[in-house]
């Protein structure tokens, strides 16, 4: 809030032709995007929460008209008291615990080596890693399906049978899915922000004897912080929204109920017009979301000073 | 925390070697050559091993994808068996009337659509909040990153309870609009304009008398260029491969995206054997434009980030 006083010397005091020339301005720059910000973004998230406050009655029986009557945070303490959603969140949590801390590792690590290895070599290499982000989460599943799948894997070849879709291995496959993914786009943001750093830091730190891991250790790695944890909170915002893999796979794998994350628990309970319900766990997660990545960005930023 | 910490000392020992006088070793600006040479195979073999991680599944496609119908399960995954990818292809585009094809120009028209008019509002209003000072910018800005947060499902059901509510849940609309809006694009074209366009350059351009949307479209675009391809390329990939926002908005098969066509066939394999085959090639496909179309506006993208790097 303090920043919205103290950034803002008042353009008010100006002779009202040209004032109006300014609001003129600003709305055209500014209304278009606003507008579909309102409309497709908060609005939808307004209707959520007053649909979440509704639930459906019947009247006349079964078959009869439904109608809709306010009923306060009822739907919340019915999410809250359903096994099945905590069952997802578990799920979700696990997967944050690994995919986070994982994804951030594969990224750091290879664009750290890159940054040592010929430029030429390294952008073939940063290429070949780039290519599973052209493929869709559908396709990736598919695809690692495919592979996971005792006769059609390649393991098979070496007599090798794992059933990657058993209970005990369904989420580091899907963790695994992830990983293949989004490890380039983090490669490419990390080596986006190893680039600019700027070059003397390296000629001063080599004219004091710093051997390459010193640098990657001492330097490079605190002056890309900020970007480490910009891709972590990208990872968790990404995590949180886990429902693409095991859907698909579900089709393919009997470990995954309908409610294997709270996401996909939700997709059924509007599929089974559920609706008031499914926006109760729809506004949990947006807020379970925005607090989560708020409070890793103000975490992580203490640490830092 | 100790493992942490006890490194520290040391590091700091190597690097001040020459003020102190006491090097450990004999060349303090070079590693051993020897230790090099380990040290640099090691990396290559690690690049490496990831390159085979990243690119062997999409090998693994291809040559499923070239298979005949039923032998996926017995034959090898690693090599090319009885290849007939031009017999495959034939069955996709025959396939209830080429549906397929119907749905890649779906997902062309969403991705297409949803990113371009996307990142033109995005870059209007980046540049506004850059270049302009007014009461409640930070507000504005902060707002729109805020929503940055919030995981892009959590919106999908409300915005299906909303359109469902409007009645146009169902539509192409209902896909299209939604996929306009993109806080990451309006962060990056704000800091783009911040970055790249010269408060100078704009008064210039004032002073002769070119107005306010003049100088945008013709100074400042060209200027945050590098920006917008990249908003446009990230935005282009979200709407591409979104899954769960046509799935629950759409219900007639004529208007699917990719993903949720290539998903309800992954369905219905158990019941026909050919869409086994139809799922792997029809994935490639899928693949294919945006490898291109990714290979030609990385370079673009790349000339810009290192453009930037050269200013900054």
Redesign the interface.
């Known amino acids: 809030m303090t ?2 006083t103290a ?6 005091r100006w002779k009202s032709p040209v004032r109006t020339r300014a609001l003129v ?2 709305a ?3 209304g ?3 507008t ?2 309102a ?3 908060l ?3 307004g ?2 929460i007053y ?1 979440s406050l509704l639930s459906q009655r019947r009247i006349g029986g079964v078959f009869g008209r439904p109608i809709e009557v306010f009923s306060g945070l009822r739907q919340f303490g019915a999410v809250f008291s359903d096994p099945q959603f905590w069952s997802g969140i578990k799920t979700v949590a696990l997967y944050v615990c690994i995919q986070v801390p994982l994804m951030a590792t ?1 990224g750091v ?2 664009a750290l ?2 940054d ?2 010929a430029p030429r070599l390294a952008r073939v ?1 940063r ?14 599943t ?6 996971y799948t005792p ?4 393991l ?2 070496f007599h090798i049978n794992i059933d990657f879709l058993s209970h005990n291995l369904v989420l580091p496959a899907i963790v695994n899915i992830g990983i ?1 993914e989004w ?2 786009f983090n490669v490419v943001l990390m080596t ?1 922000a190893l ?2 750093i700027p070059t003397e830091i390296y000629d001063s ?10 640098m990657a ?2 330097i490079k790695l605190p002056l890309i912080r900020p970007t480490i944890v910009m891709s972590m ?1 990208l990872t968790i ?1 990404g995590t ?2 886990l ?2 893999e095991p ?2 796979m579900a ?2 794998s009997d470990s995954i109920p309908t409610y294997y994350t709270p ?1 996909m628990f ?2 059924y309970q ?1 599929s089974a017009d559920n ?1 008031s319900f ?2 109760a ?3 949990t ?2 807020l379970v ?2 607090v989560l ?2 409070t890793f960005i103000r975490l992580t930023r203490r640490r830092t000073y | 925390m100790a493992v942490a910490v006890a ?1 520290d000392p040391a ?2 020992d ?6 102190t006088g006491a ?1 450990p070793r004999p060349l ?2 070079r ?1 051993g050559q020897v230790a090099g040479h380990v ?1 640099s195979t090691f ?2 073999t ?2 490496m091993v ?2 085979v ?3 062997g ?2 090998y ?2 291809v040559i ?1 994808a070239t298979k005949p119908t039923n032998s ?2 017995i034959s ?3 090599l090319p068996y009885k290849p007939q990818f031009w017999t495959n292809l034939s069955y996709i585009v025959n396939y209830g009337g080429g549906i397929y094809f119907r749905w890649l120009l779906n997902s062309a028209f969403y991705a297409i659509g949803g990113a371009g008019i996307g990142t033109l ?2 870059g ?2 980046g ?3 850059a270049m ?9 800005f ?1 707002m ?1 990153i ?10 999908a ?6 359109f ?2 409007l009645s146009i849940a169902g539509s192409y609309w209902s896909v299209l ?2 996929s ?2 993109s ?1 990451f694009s ?1 962060f990056l074209c704000r800091v783009s304009a911040d970055a790249a366009v010269p408060r100078e350059m704009v008064e210039a351009g004032r002073i002769d008398g070119a107005s ?2 003049r100088i ?1 479209f013709s100074i400042a675009v060209r200027l945050m260029l590098p920006g917008l391809v990249t908003a446009f390329l990230a935005q282009f ?1 979200g709407i ?2 979104n ?2 926002l046509p ?2 908005m759409l219900i007639s098969k004529d208007t699917y995206p ?3 066509g ?2 309800t066939w ?2 219905q ?1 158990t019941h026909t054997d050919i869409l086994e085959t139809l ?2 090639v029809g ?1 490639l496909i ?2 294919v434009p ?2 291109i ?3 030609f506006l ?1 370079r673009f993208w790349r000339s810009g ?2 453009l930037g ?1 050269v200013k ?1």
């Open positions: 920043t919205v950034t803002s010397p008042g353009t008010g301005t600003r055209g720059f500014l278009p995007f606003y579909a910000f409309l497709f973004f609005l939808p998230i209707f959520a649909e594969v690590t290879l080596l890159l040592v290895t290499f290429t070949s890693y780039f290519v599973p982000f052209a493929v869709s989460t559908v396709v990736a598919i695809l690692w399906g495919t592979l006769g059609s894997s390649p098979s070849e293949w490890g380039g986006t680039t600019s730190a080599r004219v004091d004897g710093a051997s390459r891991w010193a250790w001492h909170v915002i949180m929204q429902f693409t859907q698909i089709q393919i996401n939700a997709y509007i609706y499914a926006a766990i729809s506004v997660l947006a979301g925005l990545s708020f | 490194p590091r700091s190597a690097v001040l070697t020459k003020q090097p303090p600006d590693t040290a990396k290559v690690v690049l990831f390159a991680y990243f690119l599944p999409v693994c496609l499923a996926i399960y090898g995954a690693l509002l995005a209007a209003a540049y506004y909040l302009f000072r007014f009461r409640g910018r930070e507000g504005l902060l729109v805020g929503g940055m947060l919030v995981p892009g499902t959590a919106l059901l409300p915005l299906f309870l909303l469902a509510r609009l939604p306009i809006v806080p309006l306010e949307a945008f990939v591409w491969n899954y769960l799935l629950v990719v993903t949720v290539l998903g992954q369905g394999t799922i792997l994935a899928s693949v945006l490898v179309a990714f290979l990385q980030l290192s790097g900054a």
